[in-house]
């Protein structure tokens, strides 16, 4: 069990977001995790990530047996925790390659190994490059300094790639892309899947799932998971709409 | 984790200052306090020539008259001017003419200052004139330099080897009375560094000095003079740390550049005076007038700092723009953290045609600092078709530090055009979050977004400045934000 999340409460700014989850992620696993906006997806992502505007109220996490909720952020980082934001923010005059060689170097030097020498690194880069299929510009500019929507979504990819991660998160990476860029990022997913890390897959729609076969598929609706399945639930869901998920909650 | 942000602030702002040692080295004082006597002492002891005595007695008197610069958005203590020594010298061989010469604990402290000087001499080709309190120590590099008939010395031997070229500029930017920390400097300079390039020569290395101070009780007043000939070039680099003591210490310096038509001196500064500790005690009083004049038509005189130490900076590193055509340029980070201030900037006086101006300024203020920006764009009414940009941009670390912009800018003729802009921004939660989801901690991460911040300036610096400069930014910050 890499992940557990008990009976989880969140609230920002004392209202309630995050109205009681439970989750468990193995080890090879792929999650979806689908729901209307506003129902906290983001949240619960930004809660793992370990985010300090918000208040857990209630409820566990558990990450490689550990309380990942007395983790500060960069050590949960460091631990194999990785977020795609959904926003991927702009960090002015600070290179691409600089961003990612500081944080290998600070992941590696947390788990007591050398720094990456500069040709090591550059490798390393050319080559995560290529796997997620990402043009070298990206690495030359400033962090997703000026980039367009696509491009800061590509570019959470590479990160993923350079940082390999036990377990990603990944917060709607694929709203708003082309079908080209959509399949970059499902592609980067599938050769990073190992049997040994998971991902858990936030999505608006099912169209990503065509291309990332998920082992399971939570529906996420005013911060509860009302339904989970298997991956026909997200076909469901595409056919039917959520209105479909309201009304079955509603009539509970 | 509430309020870690402000935990981890107080950390970064609270990192130690590693040049802090002092140096057990045989030194020569003047007696404390400042007299016609005391000024006659230094020019004895340096054996100077008439002219220099007298532009020195010619500065005494109209310094006693004058008052210190009230309008700075600083708050200096008051400052005994009889309680200071003004002139400490190492006792080392007079000139030293090999480093087998030079005193041993003096070396090891250039090594621990990380400029061994013969390393620097083969490997990198800079040409460094070590100054310590006030007296130059030894200048490398100088054959190659001979060759091209470049002089680069310390100011004392060039008194002495070139006093007609030191006559005809030495007060010539920077008069005697210019103001009351440049009288004082006229008055009891001891030493700094003198450049001169030859016309039409390209000085092939980056000049370089380096001071330190390192007696306690003393003033460092050195002074430097640098004049590129007709269409010659040099790049110049300027290096500074002192001591911690828990007492304030004066440095004010004065620094003059000459450029003649085609000419061009690019004048880059790290100084990293000891700021003082985290609760304001101690520290440099930087008071330093820095002025280049673009005499000849088509010069070009470019002034990069990064400032981080020194607990009060007072200081307009400026151009004249004489010559037609000519440029003068600005770039500058300023770091304040724990108690420090700064107030500095820059004045650009466009007098020639078609000149232009480019100020690029970066204050980063954190701790209880306070950090101005302070400069003047003035246009003269024959400055025709005059260019000036500027761009004074803010970061404030924390909500307890200040950080405040006062730009002039008087134009007097219709065809010129003088742009200003101004941001000021904070560190944003999400740009840290950012970086720390991706294992980063805290301080590389504020690291990081300050260089990035700071870039624009940073990338003027010779490749041997930038990453110590890199790595200043970082640590000046250390404990800032979270
Ligand atoms: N920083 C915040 N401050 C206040 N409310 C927030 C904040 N972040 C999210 N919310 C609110 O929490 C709810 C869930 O948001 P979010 O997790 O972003 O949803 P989703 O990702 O499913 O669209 C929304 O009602 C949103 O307005
Ligand atoms: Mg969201």
């Known amino acids: ?252 | 984790m509430p309020n870690d942000k402000d935990d981890i602030l107080n950390e970064i702002t609270n990192s130690d200052y590693k040049y802090g040692f002092v140096t057990n080295i045989e030194t020569e004082f003047a007696p404390k306090g400042l007299s016609e006597d005391i000024i006659r002492y230094i020019s004895r002891k340096k054996d100077e020539p008439d002219f220099l005595l007298d532009f020195r007695l010619k500065a005494y008197q109209r310094w006693k008259e004058m008052q210190h610069p009230q309008w700075a958005h600083l708050d200096i203590p008051p400052i005994d001017y009889q309680d200071i020594i003004y002139y400490a010298a190492p006792k080392v061989n007079k000139g030293p003419s090999s480093l087998d010469k030079v005193d041993p604990e003096l070396l090891s402290t250039f090594e621990k200052l990380g400029i061994p000087l013969e390393e620097q001499k083969r490997l990198t080709g800079v040409a460094v004139d070590a100054v310590m309190d006030s007296i130059s120590v030894k200048t490398t590099f100088q054959e190659t330099l001979n060759k091209l008939g470049i002089i680069f010395c310390s100011m004392s031997e060039a008194i002495r080897h070139y006093p007609d070229l030191v006559k005809l500029y030495l007060g010539s930017v920077v008069p005697y009375a210019d103001n009351f920390y440049a009288a004082l400097n006229s008055a009891v300079f001891s030493d700094g560094s003198f450049v001169y390039i030859p016309k039409g020569v390209r000085c092939p290395v980056e000049l370089s000095t380096y001071f330190r101070i390192n007696a306690a009780k003393t003033g460092q007043f050195e002074r430097t003079l640098i004049v590129a000939d007709e269409g010659a070039y040099v790049s110049y680099m300027e290096g500074c740390t002192a001591p911690m003591r828990d007492e304030n210490q004066l440095h004010a310096a004065v620094v003059e550049i000459v450029a003649l038509k085609d000419a061009e001196v690019k004048y880059s500064t790290v100084q990293n005076w000891y700021p003082g500790d985290r609760e304001g005690k101690g520290g440099i009083y930087n008071f330093v007038t820095k002025r280049g004049l673009c005499k000849g038509s088509y010069s070009k005189i470019s002034w990069t700092q990064v400032e981080t130490g020194s607990a009060i900076t007072w200081k307009y590193p400026s151009c004249i723009l004489q010559g037609d055509n000519s440029r003068g340029e600005f770039y500058s980070v300023t770091v304040t953290n724990h108690y420090q201030q700064a107030d500095t900037g820059t004045k650009m006086i466009h007098l020639g045609r078609n000149t232009s101006s480019i100020i690029i300024s970066k204050g980063i203020s954190a701790g209880f600092s306070n950090n101005s920006y302070r400069g003047l764009v003035r246009v003269a009414k024959k400055a025709e078709n005059s260019r000036n940009y500027s761009q004074c941009d803010s970061l404030l670390l924390g909500d307890k530090c200040g950080a405040h912009t006062f730009p002039y800018i008087q134009v007097e003729n219709k065809s010129s055009i003088v742009e200003h802009e101004a941001t000021t921004s904070k560190i944003s939660d999400d740009q840290l979050f950012y970086c720390k989801q991706r294992g980063i901690d805290t301080e590389s991460a504020i690291g990081l977004i300050v260089n990035g911040y700071a870039k624009e300036v940073l990338k003027q610096l010779p490749m041997e400045f930038a990453a110590e400069a890199q790595k200043l930014l970082a640590i000046s910050l250390e404990g800032s934000v979270g």
């Not at chain 1, 989750?23 to 506003?38: D, K, Q, S, Y």
């Not at chain 1, 990785?82 to 961003?99: C, D, H, K, R, T």
């Not at chain 1, 060689?101 to 080559?127: C, H, Q, V, W």
């Not at chain 1, 929507?149 to 708003?176: R, V, Y």
């Open chain 1, 1 to 252: 069990m890499l992940l557990q999340i008990k009976n989880l409460h969140v609230a920002i700014q004392g209202k309630e977001i995050i109205k009681g989850i439970d989750l468990v992620v193995n080890e090879g696993e792929i999650h979806a995790i689908m729901g209307p906006n506003g129902t906290g997806k983001s949240t619960l992502a930004s809660v793992i990530a370990g985010r300090e505007d918000y208040e857990v109220t209630e409820g566990e996490i558990v990450y490689k047996g550990k309380n990942l909720l007395e983790m500060p952020v960069e050590q949960r980082a460091r631990e194999g925790i990785f977020l795609s934001f959904q926003y991927p923010v702009e960090i002015p005059g600070v290179s691409m390659a600089n961003f990612m060689r500081t944080a290998l170097n600070d992941i590696r030097k947390y788990k007591g190994l050398e720094p990456l020498s500069g040709s090591e690194f550059l490798l390393r880069m050319e080559e995560k490059k290529q796997l997620v299929e990402i043009q070298s510009q990206l690495t030359n500019r400033s962090v997703n300094e000026g980039f367009s929507g696509g491009e800061k979504k590509k570019n959470e990819i590479f990160q993923m790639a350079m940082l390999e991660p036990t377990l990603a998160i990944l917060d709607e990476t694929d709203s708003g892309l082309d079908i080209d860029a959509l399949r970059i990022v499902a592609n980067g997913v599938n050769k990073l899947r190992r049997p040994d890390n998971a991902f858990i897959v936030i999505t608006h729609y099912q169209r990503l799932l065509n291309y990332v076969i998920p082992d399971f598929v939570h529906v996420l609706y005013d911060g509860k998971i009302v339904k989970s399945g298997k991956k026909e639930l997200a076909l469901e869901l595409e056919e039917k709409g959520y209105e479909w998920i309201k009304k079955e909650v509603a009539s509970l």
